[in-house]
């Protein structure tokens, strides 16, 4: 899947690694804010009560510095659903973002919004 990032964010890094010989592929994205306020992660998880394995969403707040917050976002079942809800909160991200000091308040507008509601399960199959 190639990724169309908003104009304000860029991939700083991508790893992919196979947990087993014959097993499937892993993969791994990082992406930061041109402010640099904010990075998200696409990351491999495991779904909760099973061996099953899934990519989780997560966001963090002022990454490196001593006031870093990690927030799970959300756990998905494959690696391009998790990178398109990573679109989706890097454009509602922006759209909230006016200034360093609204970075807190635009985030938690994103993840509010990428978040199921409580009527759908929280794993996404496919999109």
Do not use: K, N
Request: aromatic share 8%; with cysteine.
């Amino acid at each position: 899947m190639t990724v169309d990032l908003p104009s304000t964010w860029y991939c700083d890094r991508t790893d992919a690694y196979r947990p087993t010989s014959d097993g499937p592929e892993r993969r791994f994205a990082r992406y930061v804010h041109e402010s640099g306020d904010v990075s998200l992660r696409v990351a491999p998880a495991t779904l909760e009560g099973t061996e099953r394995p899934a990519y989780e969403l997560s966001a963090t707040i002022y990454p490196g510095l001593e006031l870093e917050e990690r927030t799970v976002v959300r756990t998905v079942t494959t690696y391009d659903s998790c990178t398109a809800l990573a679109c989706e909160l890097m454009s509602l991200f922006d759209g909230r973002y006016e200034t360093p000091a609204a970075a807190e308040d635009a985030l938690e507008y994103a993840i509010e919004h990428v978040q199921p509601s409580s009527a759908h399960d929280a794993v996404v199959v496919a999109r």
